[in-house]
């Protein structure tokens, strides 16, 4: 079945210091991929959506400069939290979809981030 | 818009008793409905989905749901719980851009 992988899995970094997380969908060409973030014992969390080769919409309430999101190509984005702080500290999940295919959103493993 | 409520935010069933996940959802278009699974520190596992046609749909692990317009309902049912079964579970409501909603999350605990 498709496969969306995401790394790195787990990633520990000094406030202030930028990451930047990998999303890639290994067999199928994900025109749109989107970004959750979610908190310890809670749902999912839209922050972004992002279609291949444009700007990235962000939900309400999402900072577009400090979350950064870049989709060049069909088969990977990235999203960088820039200026980290401890209260950037979650589980980020990308997934992924080819638009029009009627076949459902496709989930990496998450990245955990802790920023100390 | 779309939502979704998840009703009971933890499960505890018993190890080969009967797991009922309740799902309800408000669309303001014909709905494609969603339960995920996710395991500690991992990301979503597509349990089975709706979108048309037969309103009993069947998915892995032994799991079905059926889609009850009449009752905006989607609950998520396995006859015979197992150990490997203990994990959160997510319904989900989608449009047809693909945004998922998803629902607070039911935890479910198996005993022995």
């Known amino acids: 079945g498709a496969v969306v992988s995401q790394h790195p899995s787990w990633v520990i970094c000094k406030s202030g210091t930028s990451v930047k997380i990998e999303c890639r969908s290994l067999d199928f060409q994900a025109t749109t991929m989107f970004w959750y973030r979610q908190f310890p014992k809670q749902s999912l969390m839209l922050m972004a959506t992002?279609?291949?080769?444009?700007?990235?919409?962000?939900e309400q309430g999402v900072e577009k400069d400090k979350f950064l999101i870049n989709h060049a190509s069909l088969t990977l984005s990235t999203l960088t939290v820039t200026s980290a702080h401890p209260e950037d500290s979650s589980f980020y999940i990308c997934s992924a979809v080819t638009q029009g295919t009627n076949q459902p959103q496709h989930f990496g493993d998450g990245t955990r981030l802790s920023i100390l | 818009a779309q939502s979704v409520t998840q009703l009971g935010s933890h499960v505890s069933v018993s190890e080969g008793a009967l797991v009922l996940l309740r799902c309800n959802y408000s669309s303001s278009v014909p709905p494609y409905l969603f339960w995920y699974v996710q395991y500690p520190n991992q990301g979503l596992q597509l349990l089975l989905k709706y979108t048309t046609g037969a309103t009993l749909v069947k998915g892995i692990n032994g799991f079905e749901a059926e889609f009850k317009k009449s009752e905006t309902s989607f609950h998520l049912t396995k006859p015979s719980a197992h150990m490997s079964d203990a994990a959160e579970y997510f319904c989900?409501?989608?449009?047809?851009?693909?945004?998922?909603?998803f629902g607070a999350g039911t935890t479910v605990t198996v005993r022995a």
């Open positions: 989900a409501v989608s449009d047809q851009d693909y945004k998922l909603s």
């Open positions: 992002s279609n291949e080769g444009s700007k990235a919409t962000y």
